[in-house]
């Protein structure tokens, strides 16, 4: 059996087609039920439903042989684990975002809230300049609205949370997609099966690619 981490939400459904579409269907996945792991004994592969940022983990630690994770968490949590391939799908972008007109004032420590703790970090330590993380855990565009940060480092999409919320993006740190992880010592043991996938799946990669959304 390979077992795979599927993210659950919004990406998921399209990682799910493109594993289908490269050849390894299960079509119980499709059943509308509350399971969590599904099974094709035929093409030896069990995928299981875990949280976005959970993928990293359960690769990391083998409970997964393989995965799918944003470049995203890759970065915040640098797990152990192989990248083997750009998926070309969930593209979205991390960027500093505040209240339109915001003016950054360099005498005072920029008050920055965030669900990427580590990336943030990283990107204002390259750019010298003093900050306050607040660590968030959704909804983060409120943290400006009140008043509770300066700016927010997150992901934006299609922007529409941030037009709606009267927000703009003042840079961006990060392309983002979604990647194909593996886990290291499973990917020895089990690596014509994991190569074949791979491959498989980099075909509905350039497939996919034609016609896809590019951001500015
Ligand atoms: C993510 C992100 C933004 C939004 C961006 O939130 O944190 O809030 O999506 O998407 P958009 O540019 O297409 O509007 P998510 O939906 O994951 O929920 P969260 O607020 O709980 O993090």
Redesign the pocket.
């Known amino acids: 059996m390979i077992n795979i981490a599927l993210p659950k939400?919004?990406l998921g459904k399209k990682v799910y087609d493109m594993f289908a579409a490269a050849g390894y269907p299960c079509p119980s996945i499709s059943d509308t039920n509350r399971k969590l792991i599904f099974e094709n004994p035929e093409s030896g592969i069990r995928y299981f439903w875990v949280k976005p940022s959970d993928v990293a983990i359960y690769v990391e630690r083998g409970a997964a042989d393989i995965g799918v994770a944003g470049k995203d968490i890759l970065m915040e949590y640098t797990p152990e684990v192989y990248e083997l391939l750009d998926l070309n799908i969930g593209k979205?972008r991390l960027s500093v975002a505040a209240k339109k007109g915001f003016r950054d004032n360099t005498d005072k420590t920029l008050r920055v809230a965030t669900?990427f703790k580590n990336i943030t970090q990283q990107y204002y330590r390259s750019h010298c300049r003093d900050i306050d993380i607040i660590k968030l855990?959704?909804?983060?565009?409120l943290a400006p609205i009140l008043n509770l940060s300066d700016v927010i480092v997150?992901?934006?999409?299609?922007?529409?949370?941030?037009r709606e919320n009267n927000l703009e993006v003042v840079e961006t740190i990060l392309p983002i997609s979604a990647r194909l992880i593996a886990n290291k010592a499973n990917f020895k043991f089990k690596s014509s099966r994991i190569e074949d996938i791979c491959s498989h799946m980099k075909l509905q990669c350039s497939a996919s690619s034609e016609g896809e959304r590019t951001y500015d």
């Open positions: 939400g919004r979205c669900k855990n959704g909804s983060i565009e997150d992901i934006v999409e299609t922007g529409t949370t941030l």
